[in-house]
């Protein structure tokens, strides 16, 4: 049926809505590996910072890696946005 609004009539049309679908799959995966990584990073780093030997396991140096933690998914969502803003042509 030519009346649903996800099935295109003619041939620019279609060729409209494979751009838009091929960019949709595409940015979700960009979300998602990005979403896996920050998983991955939040997990793998060890909450105690090591300084030595035996390493310290103070509050202090535990809330400093996780303050450590905290901006580097910061900076993971960012660049996420940032690629979305340039991709737009927002910049």
């Given at each position: 049926m030519a009346g649903f609004p996800h099935e295109?009539?003619?041939d620019a049309?279609?060729?409209k809505?494979?751009?838009y679908w091929t960019g949709r799959t595409a940015w979700s995966e960009v979300f998602c590996n990005s979403r896996i990584f920050s998983r991955?990073?939040?997990l793998r780093v060890?909450?105690?910072l090591k300084s030595g030997p035996e390493g310290f396991k103070?509050?202090?140096g535990e809330r400093t890696v996780m303050v450590g933690n905290a901006i580097a998914l910061g900076l993971i969502q960012g660049s996420t946005v940032a690629l979305?803003?340039?991709l737009r042509g927002e910049i």
């Open positions: 295109p009539t003619d049309g279609a060729f809505y494979d751009r991955l990073m939040w060890p909450p105690i103070d509050q202090e979305k803003h340039h």
